[in-house]
């Protein structure tokens, strides 16, 4: 009988004792998913054993892969000696096969790497995509609703949301008009944002779908502008109601100052109607015109977070539209956006 080479014992010996430390070694995989959909917010949950919160852990994934988690620091669970720590990533919506990338763990005790691992990427298939927005979440909902006046016949609608283990950045009701999310914070697996759009004042409702990632399934969300709640402060201040009564008060103050300066003949009536005439031809003249520089960002709505619809091509000159604080409402090629005072033409 012809006895194993050396090598070969050696060899054998070698996968012994990996095998042997891999099955001790307190740091595995918990959780890591079978396949994810494209675009779709995923977790990857490391087990630690033993756990010592004097000692805790420290993770770094392989800064040279192109796949990150989207918060570097885990949501931690702590069980006993056992502790929990999930990662999130985002599938690619290019690809049909993901790394999630090494993870060298250390402590004062241990340092040790889980090897990548890879991950089927699958389409969503056999959903209605006509009213998709886009969205994959465990959970979601819209936690409230607020109206403002766009124009003469259009309001800019905003949703407070909330979802979990969600894609928010990507939302997208179709159908509507210049619309965009911003003010997007996330805490661990909870994430919140507004998402505005702009419909026509006499829409009333207005629904949506998103997948339901627990359910795994189409969840439809109806929207009734009609009962929501509106904001004091409006995006057209000259439209307001409180504007047209004090431009008709004005005139009111004026004819009755007129009239007592033709019953008295005097002169203080009659200049007190020329100081008032003077106000309501400042405050209710055409808007002056402005110059717009090449360059300039054209924003939706005048907030300094707001997104931009599109860059001015040229310099060119046009009237004011309206007037919001620091912003200038312009209509450039048929676009109505918001223009910043410090972004105008220099003199």
């Known amino acids: 009988m012809r006895l194993p080479s050396l090598n070969?014992?050696?060899?054998?010996?070698?996968?012994?004792?990996?095998l042997l430390v891999a099955a001790n070694t307190p740091f595995s995989y918990s959780y890591i998913p079978k396949k994810v959909y494209k675009k779709q917010l995923f977790p990857v949950t490391i087990?630690?054993?033993?756990?010592?919160?004097?000692?805790?852990?420290?993770?770094?994934?392989?800064?040279?892969?192109?796949?990150?988690?989207?918060d570097y620091k885990p949501i931690t669970v702590i069980n006993k000696d056992e502790a929990f720590f999930t990662f999130y990533f985002k599938a690619p919506s290019d690809k049909e096969l993901l790394k999630v990338p090494a993870l060298t763990i250390w402590t004062l005790s241990y340092t040790y790497i889980l090897q990548a691992k890879e991950v089927p990427i699958k389409e969503l298939?056999?959903?209605?995509?006509?009213?998709?927005?886009?969205?994959l979440a465990s959970n979601f909902r819209v936690n409230s609703i607020n109206i403002d006046t766009y124009d003469a016949n259009s309001s800019l609608v905003t949703l407070h949301l909330e979802a979990t283990e969600a894609n928010i950045e990507d939302f997208h009701i179709p159908n509507?008009?210049?619309?965009?999310?911003?003010?997007?914070?996330?805490?661990?697996?909870?994430?919140?944002?507004?998402?505005?759009?702009?419909?026509?004042?006499?829409?009333?409702?207005?629904?949506?779908?998103?997948?339901?990632?627990?359910?795994?399934k189409l969840i439809s969300i109806p929207v009734n502008i009609e009962n929501s709640s509106h904001k004091v402060e409006k995006?057209?201040?000259?439209?307001?109601?409180?504007?047209?009564?004090?431009?008709?008060?004005?005139?009111?103050?004026?004819?009755?100052?007129?009239?007592?300066?033709?019953?008295?003949?005097?002169?203080?009536?009659?200049?007190?109607?020329?100081?008032?005439?003077?106000?309501?031809?400042?405050?209710?003249?055409?808007?002056?015109?402005?110059?717009?520089?090449?360059?300039?960002?054209?924003?939706?709505?005048?907030?300094?977070?707001?997104?931009?619809?599109?860059?001015?091509?040229?310099?060119?000159?046009?009237?004011?539209?309206?007037?919001?604080?620091?912003?200038?409402?312009?209509?450039?090629?048929?676009?109505?956006?918001?223009?910043?005072?410090?972004?105008?033409?220099?003199?």
């Open 8 to 18: 070969l014992k050696v060899l054998l010996l070698t996968l012994f004792i990996n």
């Open 47 to 70: 087990l630690v054993k033993h756990y010592n919160p004097k000692d805790p852990p420290h993770f770094e994934y392989d800064s040279l892969s192109l796949m990150q988690p989207i």
């Open 125 to 135: 298939e056999g959903i209605d995509r006509s009213n998709f927005s886009n969205l």
């Open 176 to 216: 509507v008009n210049d619309d965009g999310i911003e003010n997007i914070k996330r805490d661990g697996a909870r994430v919140t944002a507004n998402y505005y759009f702009v419909i026509p004042s006499k829409q009333q409702k207005i629904s949506f779908t998103y997948y339901n990632l627990i359910k795994n």
């Open 235 to 347: 995006l057209n201040p000259k439209e307001l109601t409180f504007d047209t009564i004090k431009k008709y008060t004005l005139i009111g103050a004026t004819l009755l100052f007129l009239l007592l300066s033709y019953l008295t003949r005097d002169y203080l009536y009659l200049a007190v109607t020329a100081l008032l005439i003077g106000v309501i031809i400042y405050l209710y003249l055409p808007n002056k015109s402005i110059c717009v520089p090449e360059g300039a960002s054209l924003y939706i709505l005048p907030t300094n977070n707001s997104n931009v619809i599109t860059q001015i091509e040229r310099q060119f000159t046009t009237p004011i539209i309206n007037k919001y604080r620091k912003f200038n409402k312009i209509d450039y090629n048929g676009l109505k956006g918001w223009i910043k005072d410090e972004d105008l033409c220099k003199d």
